[in-house]
């Protein structure tokens, strides 16, 4: 139950930042790992992949527009598996 409440204020948090015009970053995560980061500034979204990320997820080419829920429903797609974001202090 403890899992759950975690995870819908992370939802909620990742929900509120997306809503402002001020730098995000958020890190990716899938099988235990960072593989890559997330980054919003100026109202630009840039999605970067780490040496050596799942190559499902590094060739993802859709789109970039602010719905971080919806970017990790289709990378979680694409891989087959969970994909976290997790929301950093900019």
Same mark, same amino acid.
Request: glycine share 10%; charged share 20%.
């Given at each position: 139950?403890?899992?759950?409440?975690? /995870?819908?204020? +992370?939802?909620?948090?990742?929900l509120?930042?997306?809503?402002h015009?001020?730098?995000a *970053? #958020?890190t !990716?995560?899938?099988?235990?790992?960072?593989?890559? =980061?997330?980054?919003?500034?100026?109202?630009s #979204?840039? *999605?970067?992949?780490? &040496?050596?990320?799942?190559?499902?997820?590094?060739?993802? +080419?859709?789109? *970039?527009?602010? /719905?971080?829920?919806? !970017?990790?429903?289709?990378? =979680?797609?694409?891989?087959? +598996?969970?994909? &976290? *974001?997790?929301? !950093?202090?900019?």
């Amino acid at each position: 139950m403890l899992s759950l409440a975690n /995870d819908l204020v +992370a939802r909620a948090a990742r929900l509120i930042f997306t809503g402002h015009d001020e730098p995000a *970053l #958020w890190t !990716l995560s899938a099988h235990g790992r960072i593989q890559g =980061s997330l980054v919003c500034e100026a109202g630009s #979204w840039r *999605l970067s992949w780490f &040496e050596g990320a799942e190559e499902r997820l590094a060739s993802y +080419a859709g789109p *970039l527009n602010g /719905d971080v829920e919806a !970017l990790a429903a289709a990378l =979680s797609g694409r891989l087959g +598996a969970p994909v &976290e *974001l997790e929301s !950093l202090a900019v």
